[in-house]
């Protein structure tokens, strides 16, 4: 009667590991979502700017 209720004992423990180690998954591919889209807004902010300024050169290199 040992064995199998020690063979339970270490699969309900493996399923708590598992568990365990899917919420850490999860809270880390949160932050990194988070972080992805943080760095989309930066990209998508400096290509704005960057056409903003080719704008201005080119309208300046027409003035002359």
């Known amino acids: 009667m040992f064995w199998p209720m020690f063979a339970v004992a270490v699969g309900f423990l493996g399923l708590l ?4 180690l899917a919420v850490r998954v ?4 949160e932050r990194l979502g988070r972080q992805v889209t943080d760095s989309a807004r930066r990209i998508s902010r400096a290509a704005e700017d960057l056409e903003r300024a080719a ?3 080119a309208r300046s ?4």
């Not at 999860?26 to 591919?29: G, R, T």
């Open 55 to 57: 704008t201005g050169a």
């Open 26 to 29: 999860f809270v880390e591919a």
């Open 61 to 64: 290199a027409e003035a002359l």
């Open 17 to 20: 590991v598992l568990g365990v």
